[in-house]
């Protein structure tokens, strides 16, 4: 049974940073195609950054040049870097490993960005 925990949330001044990690069990994370998603109150989830199997990233226009995704093979964890944190950027992070005709989910970490 595949099982992805994340954790890292809190709350964070503007301006600050954060890491969030999505370790995973019943599954080996490298070499599979994963993906943040953040879901704001009130609002759709949408996707913030992803990570190929061969390791390319991507991230939406919104974090770019702010948020990292990397992966640690041998914790079997993904990650989430977040630097010069927003208000905006206030919700729930989800990790998500992505197949071709399924997805799996975890539970979601809180992010509050506020002063």
């Known amino acids: 049974q595949v099982q992805l925990v994340e954790s890292g949330g809190g709350l964070v001044q503007p301006g600050g940073s954060l890491r969030l990690s999505c370790a995973g069990s019943?599954?080996?994370?490298?070499?599979?195609?994963m993906r943040w998603f953040r879901q704001a109150p009130g609002k759709q989830r949408e996707l913030v950054a992803s990570?190929?199997?061969?390791?390319?990233?991507d991230f939406s226009d919104s974090v770019k040049g702010r948020f990292a995704v990397s992966r640690d093979n041998a914790k079997n964890t993904l990650y989430l870097q977040m630097n010069s944190l927003k208000p905006e950027d206030t919700g729930v992070y989800y990790c998500?490993?992505?197949?071709?005709?399924?997805?799996?989910w975890g539970q979601g970490t809180q992010v509050t960005v506020s002063s």
């Open positions: 998500n490993v992505h197949y071709i005709l399924s997805d799996d």
């Open positions: 019943g599954i080996i994370l490298s070499g599979t195609d």
């Open positions: 990570i190929s199997s061969d390791d390319i990233t």
